[in-house]
């Protein structure tokens, strides 16, 4: 190529949906004639792709952007993607001046023409949308940065609304793919040598094919009985649509995942209602017991928790401690509650201190380890099947990844070294909170 090409970077924040969105807004430039290098000086284009569900990853893009600024001089041109840029939508150009494009994510679908306007020197180049918007982010030109694994985005947006979150407002509202079209792409991702596919979405389990052909759980058993595909993962899921037929295709198809992500928040029914959960912690309860339940399998389940919620009390707090305990979580994620702009839960005092929050947090991380680390042991002496997911030679290790999506570092002992993306087993001889240590079965 010429030296005269175009070229840009790209920074992405926050969740799997953003990682994967960059993944297509990178394939979308690149069809577009620009080359992707690694250094913000290289690049005649800078985006970063934001994520606002807590403040602190929001803050996060600004100092960012606040380094960079010094390399506006140069000529560059700055573009804010995703929840921040929905979020704070043109109030990102009073801010930081020298940015010249503000999406969110609903328009990225006219991504080539805003990249036009920016050529031409507009400066101020928006594409924001409302709720309203009934586009999903579909493109050929995806450019999936691992071989081996690669996510499919089944439904985009939110209309769940829970009291504290911001998603709603910054993805628009829910709409699916069909079911066809996720087919058609997992087909020729197995083509292209994929054999892990994981199913996007803010909220999988509400999806609803437009063309009314498949459920949720009839799209995962779809998807996995696509000739090449080895592993399906989803996620991630309300318990509110998370229906019996989800776990019963899991049990039935050996490709998908033994693994289910379910986000409970809280384990306090008085907590779940004002942060407009729509289930009780029973209710909850109920959907474990159908996961526990899988006849031909173990699945392992994990969670989300937010410690510090509006209104939450040190014993609703122990609630949520107690509901670790009663349900062996494999992997809790746990957040401190951050008010979010528009969000319903501003209109409740935040009353709790954010030492307390801290305090609480630290507290349900701890008592989670312990848990972690007694269940991790169960794996010992069990021989288990990974996806060969990298090295680290530092540590003369392999680094592999279970079907219930543990990982399991492994040394080969003197056998030939498998490939990344080979599915090897490995006999489980340590175990840690976090991850598991073995060497290559014979
Ligand atoms: N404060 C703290 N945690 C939040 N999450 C979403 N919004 C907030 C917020 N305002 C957490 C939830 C969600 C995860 C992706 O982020 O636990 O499941
Ligand atoms: Fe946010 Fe609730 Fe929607 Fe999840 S389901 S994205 S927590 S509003």
Redesign the pocket.
Known sequence: MSSQQKTFYIETFG?QMNFHDSEKVVGTLISEGYAQVQREEEADLILYNTCS???KAEQKVFNRLNDVKKLHKAGKRFAVLGCVAQQEGEKIFERAPYVSLVAGSASYQNLPEMLVQIEAGASRVTGLDDRETDQTFETEFTARTNPHRGYITIIEGCDKF?A????PYTRGKERSRTSNSVLQEARRMADCGFTEIQLLGQNVSSYRDPAGKKSFAELLAAVGEVPGIRRVRFT?SHPCDFTKDIVDAIDAVPTLCDHVHL?V?SGSSRVLGSMFREYTREQYLERIAWIKATRNRELSITT???AG?PGETEEEFGESLSLLDEVGYDGV????????PN?P?LQYADSIPDIEKSRRLLVLQEHQRELQRLSYRSHLGQTLEVMVEGKNPARGQLVGRTSQNKTLNFVVNGQPEPGIGDYVRVLVTQAFPNSLLGELAV
């Open positions: 969740c569900i807590r403040d829970c504290y979150c911001v998603v991630t986000p928040q989300d928790v937010i919620f994620f746990s957040f401190k509650y951050s008010p979010r969000t839960a």
